[in-house]
């Protein structure tokens, strides 16, 4: 009776401690939106509450390049899923971000733009040079990057068209040759081929010298034609996985079908990529998507002699250059689908967020327009 008496009590009392924990830590939870600014200001979009609702143009104070960065005067940024799923607010992302807020308010990824300063150790890059890469804290008027996140913009590709880079390319890049191993002739079925990665895949895949069939919606069969595919499988009219076509490389961006689903269209030495859910935002099934991906996972390790491979994608100063070349020699055009000025970053984020962008959604930042903006809120 004695023993039963004491777990209680410390069951009850675990219970009260951890209440008082979480109130304190909650209420507690805050950030540095709406500070005074030290410094010199600029604008910048902060991430002040959960949500793309919890994005404001704001004063901040403009920020100081290290010994190895860059200081960038942004030109362009772009969004990407990541973004959105940093800021949704779920309950594990409250966790390790702030319970109650976001702990940090610097918002995007992606950047290019001109170099207005560099610190002592930079040896590659100048006063001047433009241009892009990866950084936080890309949807302002000016971020520090570093030397190795960052690389000259090709001359023939526009300060846009270079925002969109970053991520999702690397993303293409690292997955059809890091994981898929493609090599020229390899037959290569790219599974949401319209989207800010699946464009960038098509393109990449063909550089590569692989034959290129892509799926997509029937409004996007042209655009992904136009990228070079060889063939466009239209998912309104057709499954792909129920045609005797065998592939090389499943890159799979979308998650829609089941492990034995996508085992059955591989090769018997065939790569699956997992790369993605569908897009941006949280519609209806992606959590089951999610399961999909995992289980495809441990499945593979014990089923079956095909590979299926899941990554994040890292930024790597070699592959933003390899990029660079193939941007440079034609072979990769970045695909915008709208352009937003920073001022309406909420509505940039809010259209990713719907999951049918055809390409990437560009941020544009105009200094004398925002700061414009953010009077008429002071």
Not at 45 to 72: F, M, R, S
Not at 130 to 152: D, H, P, Q
Not at 228 to 249: L, S
């Amino acid at each position: 009776m004695k023993l039963k008496r004491f777990a209680k009590w410390s069951a009850l009392t675990l219970l009260v401690v951890g209440f008082i924990w979480f109130q304190i830590a909650y209420w507690t939870s805050t950030n540095d939106c709406n500070a005074p600014v030290k410094g010199e200001p600029m604008t910048a979009i902060e991430v002040c509450e959960y949500g793309a609702a919890g994005l404001q143009l704001a004063d901040v104070a403009k920020p100081t390049p290290t010994d190895n960065q860059v200081l960038v005067r942004v030109q362009a940024a772009s969004l990407n899923p990541a973004d959105g799923h940093m800021i949704r607010g779920s309950a594990i992302g409250r966790l390790f971000g702030g319970l109650r807020k976001p702990r940090q308010t610097a918002f995007g990824i992606d950047f290019a733009g001109t170099i207005e300063a560099v610190g002592k150790n930079v040896t590659e890059l100048k006063a001047g040079d433009e241009v892009f890469g990866t950084s936080k804290g890309t949807l302002a008027e000016y971020v520090c990057a570093s030397e190795r996140a960052s690389v000259t913009k090709p001359s023939n590709i526009t300060f846009e068209q270079a925002g969109c880079v970053g991520v999702a390319a690397l993303t293409a890049l690292q997955g059809l040759r890091d994981h898929g191993k493609i090599a020229p002739g390899d037959n290569v079925l790219i599974n949401g081929a319209s989207g800010g990665v699946g464009t960038f895949a098509v393109q990449i895949a063909k550089a590569f010298g692989a034959e290129v069939s892509a799926v997509c919606s029937t409004r996007n069969v042209e655009l992904v034609r136009s990228l070079g595919a060889d063939h466009v499988i239209d998912y309104t009219k057709g499954d792909f996985t129920e045609t005797a076509e065998r592939y090389d490389i499943l890159f799979d961006n979308v998650g829609n079908h089941s492990f034995e689903e996508r085992r059955r269209i591989l090769k018997p030495d065939g790569v699956c990529v997992l790369v993605g859910i569908g897009g941006a935002g949280w519609q209806p099934g992606k959590g089951k998507r999610i399961v999909g991906a995992l289980t495809a996972l441990l499945q593979a390790r014990w089923k079956t002699e095909q590979k299926f491979v899941g990554f994040i994608a890292k930024t790597k100063k070699d592959d933003l250059a390899v990029l660079r070349d193939l941007m440079q020699e034609g072979k990769v055009t970045p695909v915008i689908d709208r352009e937003y000025p920073l001022e309406q970053s909420a509505r940039a984020l809010a259209y990713l967020e719907e999951g049918r962008a055809r390409g990437k959604v560009v941020v544009t930042v105009n200094p004398e327009a925002q700061r414009a903006a953010v009077a008429q809120y002071q």
